[in-house]
């Protein structure tokens, strides 16, 4: 699939920034190349009390990416659904004293095409998204495998 | 090891508001009873847009209660050390559209007296900790299965 143009963007941005605990986070989107959806928050407003980011808004950032690049698709195919998180494993790899930098990606073994497919037959899918959180030197800070059910809605 | 005492729970509670994006979710710390920390947070506060509780929220709140937990014990045993999230699996079983309510706990197979020995033995130690986010009816919304590293500061 193409990557969605800079008005989809500007549109989830306005979406994700409605929920209020996303707002908090200050999130921004980035922008979305070659299926990676990329999305940033300042340090400042996710900071724990080691200075460094807090866990809780590396996931949410991770989590934030991956729901939005799945929510994306769906729009780009033109089917009204409902996106859910199933399930997430997450793993801290080293502390991150910087800006968060978020990306999400389809997993290797999925494809779009199947999941909507599937999606448009039977009226619900899943699909795995893989997501990280980078370190300045670009090494990993944290990195996210997750499931996201998306459910058709009526009309 | 005995539950902490109101003063432990109420410096807690300053310690988890210190950070900005706990603050942001409104975190409080609700009690400490059997060896099970409990932390509740506003639905307004941590709602997506499906008018439910947001994913980043849950699994926020999962962390504090598991995160803070360990640091009450080692406040108790008097060991200063830091408290880092390594891991965590998260289950999101059913959607939320009430106030948050988290509680964690040790995980069976761990004790808190070789956690200790090994932390004041090594410097450092690992504990995996169960945490959920509570439906009203009593059943589960989300669960998490995570570890967390003490690292021993000095003096």
Chains 1, 2 share one sequence.
């Not at 590396?58 to 929510?71: D, E």
């Not at 899918?125 to 944290?142: E, I």
């Not at 997750?146 to 009309?155: D, E, H, S, V």
């Amino acid at each position: 699939m193409i990557d969605p143009d800079d008005d989809a963007l500007r549109a989830l941005e306005t979406q994700l920034l409605a929920m209020p605990p996303v707002r908090a986070l200050q999130v921004r989107v980035v922008g979305c190349l070659d299926g990676r959806l990329r999305l940033a928050a300042p340090l400042a407003a996710n900071v724990n009390d080691k200075g460094t980011a807090f866990g809780g808004s590396l996931v949410s950032l991770m989590t934030l990416a991956a729901w939005g690049l799945v929510t994306l698709r769906l729009q780009q195919a033109g089917v009204p659904a409902e996106v859910y998180v199933a399930d997430t494993d997450v793993r801290y790899r080293a502390p991150l004293l910087a800006d968060l930098h978020a990306e999400a990606w389809l997993a290797d073994g999925e494809d779009w095409a199947s999941f909507l497919d599937t999606l448009r037959g039977r009226g619900r899918a899943r699909a795995r998204l893989l997501s990280q959180v980078l370190l300045p030197d670009g090494g990993v800070a944290t990195e996210a495998s997750a499931r996201y059910a998306a459910i058709r809605k009526p009309g």
